[in-house]
């Protein structure tokens, strides 16, 4: 393979990342435009769409692999390989986590109304927020900015600890709620874990950028994510 159509191949690798960075993202926001509105039609948008992001995984990972197994990349082109493939599986979580929402969006809206606590919105704010700076630190090349991440997820994981409590006591008084309260510790636990692949992303971006790992590094990563803020 010539160095001309090497690079092609990783451009195209490249592009279909950034292609289904946006369909994990569009899903994500609008799970949550369906939690918050308690539409079942744009939760169905969601449950509709989620098979293009299973298709542009396999595409990224058959990419990836014809780019590994037709030349022995070096440096920060292997790193790019690796990642993608990294990277397209979150997204592929990303996008079940935003189908799971949807699906409890459509019992929750066919139960007992519940009112959205401020908390999860909260936490749907922060992890939309974190998925789009994390895949805008990727497209950009941006450690800094993938940086910026890491120190949110402590605050999702701490609503998610807020929501089990508040939500328990509600269901402990009314047993009648539920049901909607477990439809919400899911929502809030999806969102939890939204957050917790954004941060994934956010650390890939660091290695791609800068050749090092600061996965399982917590000192390290919460001083960086700190400076960052």
Do not use: C
């Amino acid at each position: 393979m010539s160095h001309r159509h090497f690079q092609d191949d990783l451009d195209k690798l490249n592009t279909a990342l950034i292609r289904m960075a946006g369909l994990a993202e569009t899903a994500v926001k609008t799970a949550v435009e369906a939690l918050t509105t308690r539409s079942r039609d744009t939760a169905y948008e969601v449950i509709d769409q989620d098979g293009s992001i299973d298709a542009a995984e396999m595409e990224i990972d058959d990419l990836a692999v014809n780019l590994l197994a037709l030349q022995q990349p070096m440096a920060r082109d292997l790193r790019l390989i690796t990642i993608a493939m990294k990277i397209a599986n979150d997204l592929e979580r990303v996008g079940d986590h935003a189908v799971n929402i949807a699906e409890t969006v459509i019992y929750m809206v066919q139960g007992t109304h519940f009112p959205v606590l401020p908390e999860i919105e909260e936490m749907a704010r922060l992890s939309t927020d974190m998925l789009t700076v994390s895949l805008d630190a990727f497209i950009r090349g941006d450690a800094t900015m993938a940086r910026t991440v890491l120190k949110r997820d402590d605050r999702v994981d701490e609503l998610h600890a807020n929501n089990f409590r508040i939500l328990l006591t509600h269901m402990m008084e009314d047993p009648r709620r539920i049901g909607a309260g477990m439809d919400l510790l899911l929502v809030s636990g999806n969102l939890e874990r939204i957050a917790d692949l954004a941060t994934n992303i956010s650390e890939d971006v660091v290695y791609l950028v800068e050749g090092r790992s600061i996965k399982h590094r917590a000192t390290e990563r919460d001083r960086e994510g700190a400076e960052a803020t």
